[in-house]
């Protein structure tokens, strides 16, 4: 195998593994905040790292392949979510489900809760490969 100078060292690499891990309660303390109180530090202070972690999914292909299959499952799960929540939005999806709907057309809530499920499915994963 060649010599790759960019190549995370065995400590990067092991430090990034357990910084996923905190993506996990800021997007929770993201979701509260905003079902709380829209003005409270607590959101701009958990959307600062969860907004952090998926910019930094960007560099996925700097992990390991194991990482890398973990963090594709949490997105497949994210984007199931996504979709469902888009099919949510049809008119008469929404005309049916009347006063439900109202969390349903939030694009805070809508995204925070997208970024929930991919930070608990991938905890979820990430448990269930010890």
């Given amino acids: 195998m060649p010599y790759d100078p960019k190549a ?11 910084f996923l ?6 997007s929770i303390m993201l979701l509260i905040g905003l079902l709380i109180d829209e003005n409270s ?12 972690f998926f910019i930094g999914m960007a560099f996925v292909f700097r992990q390991d392949e194991f990482v890398q299959k973990q963090i594709a ?4 799960m ?5 979709g469902i929540a888009l099919f949510l939005q049809l008119p008469k999806v ?6 439900a709907s109202a969390f349903l057309t939030d694009p805070a809530l809508i995204l925070a809760s997208t970024a929930v499920v991919f930070h608990v ?6 448990l269930s490969e010890r």
């Fill in 21 to 26: 891990w905190l993506g996990l309660p800021a």
């Fill in 121 to 126: 499915s991938l905890a979820f994963r990430r």
């Fill in 94 to 99: 929404t005309l049916v489900l009347g006063e």
């Fill in 41 to 52: 530090i607590l959101i701009t202070l958990s959307a600062g790292w969860v907004v952090g």
């Fill in 73 to 76: 499952f949490a997105a497949n």
């Fill in 8 to 18: 995370m060292t065995d400590d990067q690499r092991t430090w990034s593994y357990k």
């Fill in 78 to 82: 994210a984007l199931s979510f996504a």
